[in-house]
């Protein structure tokens, strides 16, 4: 009978039953503790599509009551809520400001379905920490990361609301087929930059998994990482784009430093088109909002009401994903439609202090700086058989933290699933890693100091 990890990855816990616990009670836990997975075939696809009108108030409601049992689970079955991680700390402050966040809000019902986004997020990256003790399961839960990914990628190819200057043959389709992005699913249609920057993220992950495998596996890999690639595109998110060059530039040089060569050249040509095409030019391509007055000054407008909100609420922040309710009544914009309704800040990192405050955003930068430095030092100690693999789910990190500097469309978001999942693996990964005898000493510094 196999134990999660207990501090150390690939370890097995002893089962430790309190005196107060009947043994058949410490029975139970012990199945749920090992079992996490069948509760996360039910709570992750209700609350990722609730609400909807395919489950009722009640199953989603019981969805997110069953978020806490494994970590129970394993508190009773063996001592601990979970293994630590270097994002504990920060991931509790953030706990503590969605709570402060749930005070102060105006929009209880906004609110809750962050708070729900965030519950599914801490279940999935706690469920794959405790979990995963080999390379092989990292190999198989990644693989079903790229198996949904595709799903996604049909689902979001077909029921995507194309915006005009998208595709028009994908705006033909979404509107001869409007059962796709039913009122079960999203009645407005599935967003393009989310659906961009969802996919951006995988596709990483999918050629590092084709990488790591040969055969059949390769191939089948390989072609899941273009079409989700071509699907991106065809999203046109400038951010998402943006972030997936980013990130396999980062492949490139994991695979072979020589890469590094080409810094030089392209620093030249970026400088060569800074000088050429003017920054205004620049600034248009990739900051231009659309629907929202499509132009960069309406852009930096937003951001600017976003300063005012932090300024306003330093503490506290505004309540998460009340943004679209307080905007137009405390800070309307003036160069954005009247009746737009802009759900966000269009910058991730504002975003944060806007809905937690200062602390929150502080809590969020330690936590996107701990995973950076994880992923790092992953790629660091991995042997030849998994360095891909590793720096293909740090590149799908980078991709949320470059898209995340022109919107926010995975932090909040039913997208964030991805998010969690890759940030999950990458921390089981270096988990294992870390333990690894083979682990290279130059990241010996770096593994104390996290």
């Not at 209700?46 to 069953?66: E, G, K, T």
């Not at 003036?334 to 809905?355: E, K, N, T």
């Not at 919107?407 to 991805?418: C, G, L, N, P, R």
Request: proline share 6%.
């Amino acid at each position: 009978m196999q134990s999660p990890p207990a501090g150390v990855a690939g370890t097995k816990a002893t089962a430790k039953q309190p005196d107060w616990l009947p043994a058949h009670v410490h029975s139970v836990c012990i199945w749920l503790a090992e079992h996490e997975l069948w509760l996360l075939v039910f709570i992750v696809p209700v609350l990722v599509i609730a609400p909807s009108p395919l489950f009722p108030a009640w199953v989603a409601a019981l969805a997110l009551v069953l978020v806490p049992v494994p970590f129970l689970a394993r508190r009773l079955a063996y001592g601990q809520f979970s293994v630590k991680t270097p994002q504990d700390v920060p991931l509790l402050l953030l706990l503590a400001m969605h709570a402060v966040g749930a005070v102060v809000t105006v929009d209880m019902s906004l609110t809750m379905l962050v708070i729900k986004r965030t519950a599914l997020a801490l279940a999935v990256f706690f469920f794959l920490v405790n979990t995963i003790r080999s390379q092989r399961q990292v190999l198989d839960m990644a693989g079903m990361l790229i198996a949904a990914g595709l799903i996604m990628g049909a689902v979001g190819l077909l029921g995507t609301n194309w915006s005009t200057g998208k595709v028009a043959l994908l705006q033909e389709i979404y509107h001869r087929l409007p059962h796709i992005a039913s009122a079960a699913l999203n009645a407005a249609g599935f967003n393009a930059n989310i659906v961009g920057g969802s996919l951006a993220m995988i596709v990483p992950v999918a050629l590092g998994l084709a990488v790591s495998h040969k055969g059949w596996a390769h191939v089948v890999y390989l072609l899941a990482a273009v079409f989700l690639l071509a699907v991106v595109v065809l999203s046109q998110s400038r951010g998402a784009l943006l972030g997936l060059a980013v990130a396999l530039a980062i492949m490139a040089v994991a695979a072979d430093r020589r890469f590094l060569w080409l810094a030089p050249p392209t620093a030249g040509a970026l400088a060569l088109a800074w000088l050429t095409f003017g920054p205004q030019s620049l600034a248009n391509l990739f900051l231009a909002t659309e629907g929202t007055g499509g132009t960069v000054e309406s852009r930096l407008e937003l951001w600017q009401r976003a300063t005012y909100m932090i300024q306003d609420f330093p503490y506290t922040g505004i309540g998460s994903g009340t943004f679209s309710r307080v905007l137009p009544i405390l800070y309307p914009p003036f160069l954005s439609p009247p009746d737009a309704v802009i759900p966000h800040a269009h910058q991730m990192y504002l975003q944060a202090a806007v809905d937690f405050g200062i602390p929150g955003f502080v809590a969020f930068m330690a936590l996107l700086a701990t995973l950076l430095l994880v992923g790092l030092d992953s790629i660091l100690a991995a042997n030849p058989g998994c360095r891909m693999l590793t720096a293909g789910l740090f590149a799908g990190f980078v991709v949320y933290l470059t898209h995340g500097l022109m919107d926010d469309v995975t932090f909040s978001t039913k997208a964030a699933v991805v998010l969690w999942t890759i940030a999950g693996l990458m921390v089981a990964q270096w988990r294992l890693l870390r333990t690894s005898p083979v682990a290279p000493e130059r990241g010996a510094a770096l593994r104390s100091s996290l």
